[in-house]
């Protein structure tokens, strides 16, 4: 896994709208990525939703979000439009960005099915990861406090 000082590896991935999302051009401010293992299922849309309750906040850190899971556009798309997500969800079908960021998961609910570990990382616009969180096993949430007191002092 990434970890606070190293450079994040730049992607390019498809949004739920079918755009592609290139993080080369969100160099000019604070990028969280939070990696999330799938779609619809409770905990990752209860983490979405919290993430979407402090964009304002995150925003007022000059820090945007984006998630990134291993699932369909269309199936991004829907579940934005379902819980209301109020950022781009990107999908990394072929499981290269969670590769590169080390936070492949393994075996997740059924054998041979490989996801996002659930985590997150703020990256500075020098490309820096200046945080880093992976959660143990999928049902653990990040510590939301953290991340803004880590975006507020940062």
Not at 2 to 30: M, N, Y
Not at 49 to 55: A, E
Not at 87 to 108: A, E, N, Q, W
Request: glycine letters at 6%; charged letters at 15%.
């Amino acid at each position: 896994m990434l970890s606070v000082g190293d450079v994040a590896p730049d992607f390019q991935l498809t949004a739920q709208d079918k755009s592609i999302f290139d993080s080369r051009d969100h160099l000019d401010s604070r990028l969280l990525v939070a990696f999330y293992p799938a779609a619809f299922t409770g905990v990752c849309t209860e983490e979405m939703c919290t993430l979407t309750d402090m964009m304002s906040d995150l925003e007022n850190t000059g820090c945007s979000v984006v998630g990134i899971s291993v699932d369909a556009p269309f199936s991004n798309a829907a579940f934005a439009q379902q819980s209301g997500i109020a950022f781009p969800l990107l999908s990394d079908v072929h499981r290269s960005v969670i590769d590169s960021f080390g936070v492949t998961y393994h075996d997740f609910v059924i054998p041979g099915y490989t996801v996002a570990t659930r985590s997150i990382f703020v990256i500075e616009p020098d490309g820096r990861v200046s945080y880093a969180w992976a959660a143990e096993n999928p049902g653990v949430q990040p510590d939301y406090e953290s991340v803004i007191s880590h975006c507020l002092s940062a």
